[in-house]
């Protein structure tokens, strides 16, 4: 399972913007079969992305499973690259064509939740008394809805900073810490910020990547939607001070490269080049492109838990995980290859293609993971662990994409320095909050 990569969140986002006016809800699922029948047998169908990497791994695993369970046969359905992968599953699933088991993530969970795209995994829970309590307990913040559980997951990930240690043994400046604040990273940004042109070292990458936004502005005890997700929060002091601090970075301190050059160069690529200091932008993703191959060569880097706020550290949780469609046609049979695929034995054979931390607790604190050499020497562990406790699960809203598409526009003068947080947002407030309650 590899949905949670922030490359693919736009592809979730586009779906959600178009999934409420095509998609129709499902009628509720029937339960399990009862433990006493026969085991489920015939094909499950699982959609994936057509990621060549991943498919020798998934194939594999559907190989292994299939000699377990001869009664059982996995068929893979690769969803190609030049398709939209949400909006065909989802298509599939509103049509009563469904495959028995996909993938999605983050953002879009709150869709298929509401929307009834996805089959309740508790009476299979209950009825195999499936122990759930290897798993990081974390996870089930983003998998619950309504008491319900819909989603299980071989790994996961979450914002963090990335910075280059040169640079700072250069400036002769400490480490970040886990103990850092948003106060002390504008400070060590600006001390590490030198020289012009095409050699400006700047002392960091801020993106304008919803995700690190919001850990901002939660940080500092803002939020951007209510809880019933009617209205926005962004006009709230904390979340316009959080903004403007962002673009304050760009436009005032001139210490965090600006958009027009991030996005020019590609953020990775401008951190891989030895000329930033602190990289605020997501997960473990980039901490696997780091390692390479190629990877980071010519100087050292590692990472750290984000910055705290005013309210202390957070920071997004980006999960990708695998689902049951509502309306599969051998949920029975979904269900047992499910339960393989985030096992121990399926989660190792995934693992050179997961980014993130592995979902069970024994296979994260495993020796052979925590001493990896790349996990120690650029500290790749210890700060999800540590921001474990601050995750936020994505905001429970139906298309979102819609919605960040909003708050997107309306901050690109800020970013550029052409209007104030406070003004924008005044603006955009009226038209995110008639968006919201479309959606209601």
Request: charged share 20%.
């Amino acid at each position: 399972m590899t949905w949670h990569r922030k490359r693919l969140l736009a592809t979730w986002g586009s779906v959600a913007a178009v999934c409420a006016s095509f998609f129709t809800p499902i009628p509720a699922a029937a339960g399990p079969a009862h433990a006493g029948a026969a085991g489920p047998s015939g094909t499950v169908t699982w959609a994936v992305p057509a990621d060549p990497g991943a498919l020798k791994a998934q194939r594999q695993q559907a190989d292994i499973f299939h000699k377990a369970h001869p009664a059982l046969t996995i068929k893979i359905i690769p969803i190609p690259n030049n398709v939209n992968y949400d909006t065909k599953v989802q298509t599939l699933i509103a049509g009563g064509d469904p495959p028995d088991l996909f993938g999605s993530g983050d953002v879009i969970l709150p869709t298929l939740f509401k929307k009834g795209y996805a089959r309740d995994l508790r009476p299979y829970i209950k009825r195999d008394k499936y122990d759930l309590t290897d798993f990081f307990q974390e996870e089930f913040r983003a998998f619950k809805y309504k008491g319900g559980i819909y989603a299980l997951t071989d790994n996961w990930d979450t914002q963090v900073m990335y910075y280059n240690r040169t640079l700072f043994r250069q400036a002769g400046m400490a480490f970040p810490t886990k103990d850092w604040t948003w106060v002390e990273f504008r400070a060590a940004a600006k001390k590490l910020t030198h020289g012009s042109g095409s050699k400006k070292v700047y002392g960091a990458v801020f993106t304008t990547f919803f995700a690190p936004v919001y850990d901002l502005i939660w940080a500092n005890g803002g939020d951007i939607f209510s809880r019933d997700g009617k209205s926005t929060m962004l006009n709230s002091t904390a979340a316009i001070d959080s903004i403007q601090y962002i673009a304050d970075l760009y436009n005032k301190d001139k210490s965090s490269a600006p958009p027009s050059v991030f996005n020019a160069l590609g953020p990775d690529v401008l951190f891989q080049s030895g000329r930033v200091g602190m990289f605020v932008d997501g997960g473990r993703w980039w901490g696997a492109e780091f390692v390479g191959p190629p990877g980071i060569t010519k100087f050292d880097w590692a990472a750290v838990p984000a910055p705290k706020g005013t309210h202390g550290r957070a920071n997004f949780f980006h999960i990708g995980c695998t689902l049951i469609a509502s309306n599969a046609k051998n949920p029975d049979g979904a269900w047992e290859f499910l339960k393989y695929l985030v096992s121990k034995d399926g989660i190792k054979i995934a693992a050179a293609n997961q980014q993130g931390i592995p979902s069970r607790q024994s296979l994260a604190h495993d020796p052979s993971f925590v001493n990896d050499p790349a996990n120690k020497k650029h500290d790749l562990v210890q700060p999800w662990f540590d921001s474990l406790p601050t995750i936020h699960p994505a905001p429970e809203i139906v298309n979102f994409q819609q919605a960040q598409s909003l708050i997107d526009s309306a901050l690109l003068p800020v970013w550029r320095g052409q209007k104030t947080a406070k003004d924008a947002i005044a603006a955009l407030t009226p038209k995110l909050n008639a968006e919201l309650r479309s959606q209601q």
